[in-house]
């Protein structure tokens, strides 16, 4: 592969994010690794490298990545750097944007396709990947000191264990 894969190429197993059958999960993940859904997802995806949606997965949202297998149901939008492949039991409702695609007999596909470069993902995303690339800045000891009684916690307890008002 390219040498822009290479940090995905050798990532190990425990380099992938998973969400597991049985799970719901709302609100936002970003990854710089793979990322492997089974569960229900609410909310957007974003991934680094590539995004593996299974045949029990329901996805209500929208998936930037740079690849994607896809055996699952959405109702959101692909933006894919390379190649999305929709497999033969996914039912998609959304637009794609991508650069490549796959489509094995029996996916059922009902949106907008438009097939873009390299340039037009990054300016079609660039706005949407907060902190994608950047490392967050780590969290200072007055951010993190919610010890009994400090104050600082809404949840904190006076020395008395009286819970302070409002």
């Not at 998973?18 to 990854?31: F, L």
């Not at 637009?95 to 907008?112: M, P, T, W």
């Not at 800045?137 to 409002?166: R, Y």
């Amino acid at each position: 592969m390219s040498a822009n894969y290479g940090q995905a190429d050798s990532a190990g197993v425990n380099d992938i994010s998973r969400i597991s059958a049985g799970s719901v999960i709302k609100g936002e993940i970003t990854s710089p690794n793979d990322i492997r859904i089974d569960g229900t997802f609410e909310g957007r995806i974003y991934s680094q490298a590539k995004v593996v949606v299974g045949e029990k997965a329901v996805i209500k949202g929208d998936i930037i990545c740079n690849n994607a297998d896809f055996w699952g149901k959405i109702n959101g939008n692909f933006f894919v750097k390379d190649t999305l492949s929709l497999k033969d039991t996914c039912v998609v409702e959304g637009d794609l944007h991508i650069r490549r695609l796959q489509v094995e007999l029996d996916a059922k596909f009902n949106g907008n396709c438009k097939m873009i470069s390299e340039e037009e993902f990054n300016q079609l995303t660039s706005g949407s990947r907060p902190g994608m690339y950047e490392v967050p800045e780590p969290v200072s000891k007055e951010e993190d000191d919610f010890t009994v009684g400090s104050g600082k916690s809404p949840f904190s307890i006076s020395a008395n264990n009286e819970i302070p008002e409002a």
